[in-house]
């Protein structure tokens, strides 16, 4: 299987060791949130429902969904005199928005000189980068390890910024599982591609010393695309750091589509998901009408079949199983459970953290996700999951999860995945 690799330079080039130099993020209509706080409402009728859908508030929580319950949502002052005027119970989560927001640009916008060897000096992980600089560090990557890494363009965004994938194999083996692996899919949630970038990186360098990754490396074959959205996430850098859908322009002055709610599946739309272009869950006008998930599933499609997926995301530390649309039991529930627990068990054994492990839609209800789609369509991937990254949920950081976060969630993971990789390989 061969994928395009990029061109070969000097070996001068080829030398892993480059410098990102400092920038300065000047944004002229950057979204500063001044006056916004996240209240966890009590929401006790479906009137309270319809009021808060009807502001197009921000939810915060899990699920992204405004429903009976408690619901997290984003506020101003007038926000939270129409609340009180409806009795709708509410509690402070977040004080102030607004100083998380300059807290992190603050420390984007002096980024130290930064110098990194793969494999050796991490201090590239130390930060989240721009879709540009993710894209050149794969780029590296790829070059200083031309046996081990292949890197495509398997398509364009909206807004017409490549989507780049990966492979990753070792150098000896035939006939080899495959493995695939998704980030970014939401463009607020930075630790989801930041991660994806650390198993790779974890991947390729430990390759020559590590048994354990060699073994890995040697059986498996990992096709990986660690940003899907770029538009979006390039968004979160230059106008609206809380920005979830991708970039597409649905009407008028309304843009995005949830790109986790565009993949086909069972009662596509129906629930778990909205139909108002507004939403933050808004599904699009059919499955894969965004040509981001048509690009991702199309890869997919072109090196089935795949042994398992995982599709990274942020927060609340989870390992979700199938299925999001259905409290239906898979016929294969006892290996499911088997192989998201160990996940989470070798994951709580690095690090001490814990990551539950439960079906999808014990969290909430979903439908058009990218896990369901591999498991209940045409990849028909028998081990999908969804691990919801750092931090928990009541934690205030949320999706600003600080950049020393970025190493020991990335650690904790990569002992998971080794798990993960070795189990559906096996079974």
């Known amino acids: 299987i061969m994928i395009m690799r990029l061109p070969r330079m000097c070996m001068s080039l080829l030398v892993a060791f480059f410098v990102w130099l400092p920038l300065v993020y000047v944004h002229a209509r950057y979204e500063s949130y001044e006056g916004y706080q996240v209240v966890r409402a009590t929401l006790t009728s479906s009137s309270h429902v319809d009021a808060i859908k009807q502001l197009g508030l921000d939810v915060w929580s899990d699920d992204s969904l405004v429903h009976v319950g408690q619901v997290d949502v984003m506020v101003n002052a007038s926000h939270l005199a129409l609340l009180d005027g409806m009795d709708i119970d509410y509690s402070v989560f977040v004080e102030d928005v607004a100083a998380l927001?300059?807290?992190?640009?603050?420390?984007?916008?002096?980024?130290?000189?930064?110098?990194?060897?793969?494999?050796?000096?991490?201090?590239?992980?130390?930060?989240?980068?721009?879709?540009?600089?993710?894209?050149?560090?794969?780029?590296?990557?790829?070059?200083?390890?031309?046996?081990?890494?292949?890197?495509?363009?398997?398509?364009?965004s909206i807004e017409g910024r490549d989507i780049v994938a990966l492979r990753v194999s070792g150098t000896v083996g035939t006939n080899k599982k495959r493995i695939f692996v998704q980030g970014g899919q939401h463009a607020r949630e930075w630790i989801g591609p930041a991660t994806v970038v650390y198993i790779t990186e974890q991947l390729v360098t430990k390759y020559a010393t590590d048994p354990d990754t060699r073994s890995l490396m040697d059986r498996t074959e990992f096709y990986i695309v660690p940003l899907l959205n770029p538009?979006?996430?390039?968004?979160?850098?230059?106008?609206?750091?809380?920005?979830?859908?991708?970039?597409?322009?649905?009407?008028?002055?309304?843009?995005?589509?949830?790109?986790?709610?565009?993949?086909?599946?069972?009662?596509?739309?129906?629930?778990?998901?909205?139909?108002?272009?507004?939403?933050?869950?808004?599904?699009?006008?059919?499955?894969?009408?965004?040509?981001?998930?048509?690009?991702?599933?199309?890869?997919?499609?072109?090196?089935?079949?795949?042994?398992?997926?995982?599709?990274?995301?942020?927060?609340?530390?989870?390992?979700?199983?199938?299925?999001?649309?259905?409290?239906?039991?898979?016929?294969?529930?006892?290996?499911?459970?088997?192989?998201?627990?160990?996940?989470?068990?070798?994951?709580?054994?690095?690090?001490?953290?814990?990551?539950?492990?439960?079906?999808?839609?014990?969290?909430?209800?979903?439908?058009?996700?990218?896990?369901?789609?591999?498991?209940?369509?045409?990849?028909?991937?028998?081990?999908?999951?969804?691990?919801?990254?750092?931090?928990?949920?009541?934690?205030?950081?949320?999706?600003?999860?600080?950049?020393?976060?970025?190493?020991?969630?990335?650690?904790?993971?990569?002992?998971?995945?080794?798990?993960?990789?070795?189990?559906?390989?096996?079974?």
């Not at 927001?101 to 000189?113: A, G, N, S, W």
């Not at 992980?125 to 560090?137: A, N």
């Open 231 to 427: 538009d979006g996430y390039n968004f979160t850098w230059t106008s609206q750091r809380l920005w979830r859908k991708n970039r597409r322009l649905v009407q008028g002055s309304t843009y995005g589509v949830d790109l986790n709610r565009n993949w086909a599946g069972e009662n596509w739309c129906d629930y778990g998901a909205s139909k108002t272009p507004s939403s933050d869950t808004y599904c699009g006008t059919h499955p894969f009408s965004e040509p981001e998930t048509l690009a991702s599933a199309s890869f997919m499609s072109k090196y089935a079949p795949f042994v398992g997926a995982i599709d990274y995301h942020s927060k609340s530390q989870l390992m979700l199983r199938c299925w999001g649309y259905t409290q239906d039991v898979p016929s294969d529930e006892y290996n499911l459970k088997l192989v998201g627990d160990g996940y989470s068990a070798a994951l709580n054994a690095q690090s001490g953290k814990v990551y539950t492990s439960m079906p999808s839609w014990q969290l909430y209800y979903t439908t058009g996700s990218a896990q369901d789609y591999w498991k209940g369509q045409s990849p028909n991937i028998p081990f999908s999951y969804t691990v919801e990254l750092r931090p928990l949920p009541d934690d205030p950081d949320s999706w600003m999860l600080p950049p020393d976060q970025i190493i020991p969630t990335g650690e904790e993971n990569w002992a998971g995945f080794k798990f993960f990789t070795n189990e559906v390989t096996s079974i």
């Open 101 to 156: 927001v300059r807290t992190e640009k603050q420390r984007l916008d002096v980024r130290p000189k930064v110098h990194f060897n793969l494999g050796g000096d991490a201090s590239w992980h130390d930060s989240y980068h721009t879709y540009t600089e993710i894209v050149t560090y794969l780029q590296q990557m790829a070059r200083s390890f031309p046996r081990l890494m292949g890197m495509s363009v398997i398509g364009q």
